[in-house]
């Protein structure tokens, strides 16, 4: 494919988006997984526990609430995580990665190494770091 610099970075976002997702949740299809419960998965398997409205925040870019709640309920019904009660004084649950969580992110870690290998061919660190810092500028100039 080539490059078209008359296009705007906002269809490259969107195809780069798009096409991730695509990829991701073709490999991941064979671990249950969706790119959005890779992502729970992998943003429990770097705390103990996380209360419902960080991981909402986390995921926020790629889903809704509604899409959430059937993501993790999902992922609660094959055990993969749990619902581990909430603070004091707070009604709101906390989850965590179950034993067989654990074990299913492991083998989707996997997975997402070889897409990053993958998406990243051909660019080298430096260009990596560009890109994201050009793209968190945006961000941060859009407010």
Known sequence: ?????????????????????QRIDAAQQANGLSRVAWQVLNSLSCTETMPESQLAALMQPFVDQAGLWVVLKSLEAR?????????????????SLTSIGTEVHAKAQAVQVEIRHIALDGISQDQYEIAVCVLARIVSNLG
């Open 79 to 95: 055990r993969q995580i749990a619902s581990v009660g909430s603070n004091a004084g707070s009604n709101e649950p906390r989850y």
């Open 1 to 21: 494919m080539t490059t078209s610099p008359s296009l705007p970075i906002g269809y490259w976002l969107k195809q780069a988006d798009r096409r991730l997702t």
